[in-house]
């Protein structure tokens, strides 16, 4: 790996400090593509002279349900044109068909969970970004069938171009979205990776030098999203006394990440993760003005409105039913909401965990931390370009 | 303010491994899954042939489901309602088979076992029909082969790698051989055997454990022609 380092550092001219880190980017970078490559049916589409794909498992169990209850929509549709009671079955169909339909490609749980990862954002907000998402994908499926369709009388052609051009600006969000979290989170890497060295070689104090505590999130990362653990650990006499001494140096030189507010610390991307030796700004603690962070990776991911809602809010239309589809696409909405928000909650709390077990090495855990969310920025990013390149298919409106 | 407390435990190398073995299991489940179909096709197909035996090009009629049926004719205009003649779709075929180019007509040929690039030029004549009272829309189209066919294994084979369109084979005699010769055979092989219903029951649905899925099983729809 060393050998690996010096070529990497002096294939980019990077300083001696940099060349683990540098590594870790590269090879996760050439990771996230490798996985996202390799996982998606589109280098089938790459190679159609290839086998064709087979699902099986859990893949071929979600998708197959995906189906039913999908084609299971439209005919209760069709029923509700006769009776009325049809509609809450309908309903329960949607919602669902919603949460299974999650499980499938274009709903932005890969971005939220990337993102929340990648932020030091609690679960609540992460289920609160996956409702926003969801509730943004209804509107943006509702608008063009309401826009195109009923006021403009449009074709699937027009409502195609519509999505496509949405699709775009939706990709390039996420790309953007991406690059700065990447370069904040890589900041904050580099800057750990140094706290961390520094640390060792003056090692045998207990007490850490200042520096550690400039590392981002303040060097004790036992203070983790779920503030919980956090005050069990103060609580517990039993627990190690580095945990202990930990804590009370964060209270001594680290005031600006005292984690008794009761948001937690969820230093948003517009944030530098280190050097904020002032206290926290208001904007920082969430609460209203705390949706403005969020709102790039709810806009990113809930631009891009789900084909299959608007292929049926057609059929709805065709049959005289519209307002049963656009209700439909709501409790839609709800499920797929619950799904990302339940994978949303598993990210945080694997990172939790993640940064539970890190204590036990003090300064590396702060490094392993922030390769995460470097990890997970890189895979933000690695996704807004695949998407836009095409590589991974996306849900298609075009095709007939 | 509620949060989940998480007993504390102490976390030996068995448990770091777990844990991080579940932030890599998150990582590669947030990677998009299978897309699952939206559009539904019923497939009639015909093998054309030279009077040489050789095979010469595919015609393809493919059948939409009602919904997609009702998508795609939205806000078309038909002198009669409900009633969309060949000229009314005129429009609407040619952005099809535009679109189609990109995903080469889903149709692949294998010779002998060997899968032939780009084996196919462009549709030479295609056409909508509606049918009023399934409302049902069914594109014809025919792809003739850059060089003419023959060998004693013929493979066509009709899928959609992304998985967006799920085509399955009309019942009774889908496949039909025109003009092969007479000692030509045409086998098919389906993803998957329950019949497809344009516009399913809600009963039918469940009952059926497929519901016109290939799950666990290849999506594509194999036509094979043995010529001894």
């Known amino acids: 790996m060393k050998a690996v380092d010096i070529a990497v550092s002096r294939f980019l001219g990077l300083p001696d400090d940099a060349k683990p880190v540098a590594t870790f980017l590269i090879c996760s970078a050439l990771i996230a593509a490798g996985v996202v490559m390799c996982t998606s049916p589109a280098v089938a589409q790459a190679s159609p002279f290839g086998a064709a794909p087979a699902a099986s498992g859990f893949a071929g169990w979600v998708l197959s349900k995906q189906a039913i209850f999908y084609r299971a929509l439209s005919a209760t549709i069709l029923m509700a044109k006769n009776d009325g009671s049809a509609l809450w079955t309908l309903m329960g169909i949607a919602f669902v068909y919603g949460v299974f339909h999650a499980a499938g490609p274009g709903h932005g749980k890969a971005v939220i969970s990337s993102y929340l990862l990648a932020n030091d954002e609690t679960w609540r907000r992460g289920v609160a970004l996956s409702f926003a998402s969801a509730l943004v994908q209804s509107f943006t499926a509702i608008l063009i069938v309401g826009v195109a369709a009923v006021l403009l009388g449009g074709t699937a052609k027009m409502m195609g171009q519509a999505v496509r051009v949405i699709e775009i600006a939706s990709y390039g969000l996420i790309i953007l979205l991406g690059s700065r979290l990447l370069w904040v989170k890589g900041l904050g890497l580099i800057r750990a990776t140094a706290a961390w060295r520094e640390q060792h070689s003056g090692a045998g104090t207990d007490h850490r030098h200042p520096q550690a505590c400039v590392e981002p999130d303040c060097g004790h990362p036992i203070h983790n999203s779920f503030g919980a653990l956090g005050k069990r650990a103060d609580g517990d006499g039993g627990q190690s006394g580095l945990l202990q001494r930990q804590h009370h140096h964060g209270q001594l030189h680290c005031d600006a990440c005292d984690h008794d507010h009761p948001h937690g610390h969820d230093h948003g991307p517009d944030v530098l993760p280190w050097g904020h030796a002032h206290g926290p700004e208001p904007h920082e603690l969430g609460g209203p003005d705390g949706w403005k962070r969020g709102l790039s990776a709810i806009v990113a991911v809930g631009l891009r409105p789900c084909s299959g809602a608007i292929i049926l809010m057609v059929f709805a239309l065709s049959q005289g039913l519209l307002w049963a589809g656009v209700v439909a696409t709501f409790v839609m909405g709800l499920g797929t909401a619950i799904t990302v928000a339940a994978i949303a909650t598993l990210a945080v709390s694997a990172k939790a965990f993640a940064r539970r077990f890190a204590t036990d090495e003090v300064g590396y855990g702060g490094v392993l931390v922030r390769g995460l969310e470097v990890g997970a920025a890189v895979l933000i990013l690695a996704f807004g370009i695949l998407l836009l390149a095409g590589y991974i298919a996306s849900e298609r409106l075009v095709g007939f | ?228």
């Open chain 2, 1 to 228: 303010m509620i949060v989940p407390t998480l007993r504390p435990m102490r976390i030996g190398s068995l448990g770091r491994r777990l844990h991080l073995a579940v932030a890599c299991w998150l990582l590669l489940t947030a990677v998009p899954a299978f897309a699952h179909p939206h559009v539904w096709v019923t497939m009639k197909e015909e093998l054309l042939y030279a009077p040489d035996g050789a095979l010469t090009g595919v015609r393809h009629a493919w059948t939409f489901d009602e919904t997609f049926s009702a998508f795609a004719t939205q806000g078309l205009s038909a002198k009669t309602k409900g009633h969309f003649t060949r000229e009314e779709l005129q429009s609407l075929a040619q952005t099809n088979i535009e679109s189609l180019k990109e995903y080469r007509y889903f149709t692949y040929a294998m010779v002998d076992g060997k899968k032939q690039k780009n084996a196919f030029n462009e549709p030479v004549d295609y056409w909508l029909e509606f049918d009023p009272k399934k409302t049902e829309l069914t594109l014809h189209l025919t792809l003739p082969l850059k060089t003419p066919l023959s060998a004693r294994q013929l493979v066509i084979e009709v899928y959609d790698p992304e998985f967006f369109v799920d085509f399955g084979l009309a019942e009774g005699n889908p496949v039909k051989l025109v003009g092969a010769p007479p000692q030509c055979a045409v086998s098919t092989e389906k993803p998957y055997d329950s019949s497809f219903q344009s516009t399913p029951t809600l009963k039918g649905l469940f009952a059926s454990s497929e519901a016109n899925v290939g799950m666990g099983m290849s999506f594509a729809n194999k036509l094979t022609v043995q010529c001894p």
